[in-house]
C-alpha cells in the first residue's frame, strides 16, 4: 500500500513540479508585462503544490528524504510525470494550450481528490483547487482569444493543439497503481475523468475556432516513467545543476 | 513601438481592500478585454493578498480635468475656512472617516 501510494504521490507532485519549472521558463521572456507575472504566479502555484505532495511523498517513503531530495536528487527515469507537462514551451500559444489540455485535468483531478480517504491529500487538494480553478479560467480565456484571433495566431493555435493533443490522452490512463489507490478510496477513476474533460475543452476549442484532431492515439511512459521524451533530461540539467553543483547550498 | 495599433488597451486598476474601505486607484495596465484586464489585475496587483474586489475601467472613459484649470478650480476654496468641519471633536472610535 505505502509502495503504490508513494509512486501516486510522486505522480501528483512531478506533474507540478515539471510543469512549474516548464512555465518559470517564460519569466522575463513573456510576451507582455501582465503576461510576464501571470505565468509566474501560476509556476509558483505549482512549486508550492510541489512542495506539499513531495513532502508528503517523502513521509510515506519514509526513507530520510526530503521534498528537495525527490526534486534535485533523482534522476529522469525515477521522475512521475505526464509527457504532456515535459514538452518543451514553444511559442506562447503552444505554453497556453499545453497548459489549457493540462489545467481542466487538474481542476477535476483535485476536485475529486478534496474527497480523498487520505486526510493528508484531501487538504493538499482542497488547497490546491482553487488555484487550479483561477489556472483554468486563465488559460481557458487565452486559448479563445488567441484562436478566435488572426489568422496567424489561429493557425499557431491549430498546431499546438495537433502537436499536444497525442501526449493528453495519458492523463486519463489507468495503471496498478491508479486502480490500487481508486480501491482505497484515495483517488479517482481517471478514465472516468475523460468524458467531463471533453466536456470543457471542447466548448472552448469550437469558441476559439480550433478542430479536435480525429486520432485518439495516446503516447505512455510518462507517469510509469518508463520512456520519458528527451525534453525532460535537458529540462532537469537546468533545474537541478545548482544544488547538485554546489550540494547543501544555503541562501 | 513598432504599431500602437496592435497594442492592448490600456486599463485602469481599483481595488477594495480588506477593511471595508472605497475602492481606491492602485494603477494601470494593458489587456484585450475586460475578463482579461481582470485576471490582469489580479496577477498583477493582488499577490499579496491586497483585495477583496476589482474594478477596472478603459482608461479612455476617464474624464481628466486639466492642470491648466487648477487655478479656477480649486484656489477660490483655499481662503474658505469656515467650510472645514474643524468646530467638532471626533471620537477615536469612529474610526478612519
Known sequence: ?251 | MSDLKKEWPLWEVFIRGQHGMSHRHVGSLHASDEEMAILNARDVYTRRNEGVSIWVVEAKHIGASSPDQKGPLYEPSNSKVYRHPTFFDIPDDVGAM
Request: aromatic content about 8%; glycine content about 8%; charged content about 25%.
Open chain 1, 1 to 251: 500500500m505505502s509502495a503504490a501510494l508513494f509512486e501516486y504521490l510522486l505522480r501528483l507532485g512531478d506533474n507540478t513540479l515539471v510543469l512549474g519549472h516548464r512555465v518559470s521558463e517564460w519569466c522575463g521572456v513573456a510576451p507582455a508585462l501582465e503576461e510576464d507575472i501571470a505565468l509566474a504566479n501560476t509556476a509558483l502555484d505549482f512549486i508550492g503544490q510541489t512542495q506539499m505532495w513531495l513532502a508528503y511523498a517523502a513521509e510515506v517513503e519514509d526513507k530520510g528524504r526530503d521534498a528537495d531530495a525527490l526534486a534535485f536528487r533523482r534522476d529522469v527515469w525515477d521522475f512521475r510525470s505526464l509527457l504532456l507537462v515535459e514538452q518543451t514551451n514553444g511559442d506562447f500559444g503552444k505554453t497556453l494550450m499545453r497548459q489549457f489540455l493540462f489545467d481542466a485535468f487538474n481542476v477535476l483531478n483535485l476536485t475529486a481528490l478534496v474527497g480523498s480517504a487520505d486526510v493528508r491529500i484531501a487538504e493538499i487538494a482542497a488547497k490546491s483547487v482553487k488555484e487550479a480553478q483561477y489556472h483554468l479560467e486563465r488559460s481557458r480565456e487565452t486559448v479563445i482569444a488567441l484562436g478566435d484571433g488572426t489568422q496567424e495566431s489561429n493557425r499557431r493555435m491549430q498546431k499546438a493543439l495537433d502537436v499536444l493533443w497525442p501526449f493528453a490522452g495519458e492523463m486519463f490512463v489507468v495503471d496498478a497503481v491508479d486502480t490500487e489507490m481508486q480501491k482505497a478510496g484515495i483517488g479517482p477513476d481517471l478514465a472516468a475523468l475523460r468524458g467531463e474533460w471533453v466536456a470543457i475543452i471542447q466548448p472552448v476549442l469550437t469558441s476559439a475556432m480550433l478542430t479536435l484532431p480525429e486520432s485518439d492515439f495516446a503516447h505512455k511512459g510518462g507517469k510509469t516513467g518508463v520512456r520519458h521524451s528527451e525534453h525532460l533530461g535537458h529540462m532537469l540539467a537546468t533545474m537541478q545543476f545548482l544544488p547538485r553543483a554546489y550540494p547543501d547550498a544555503q541562501w
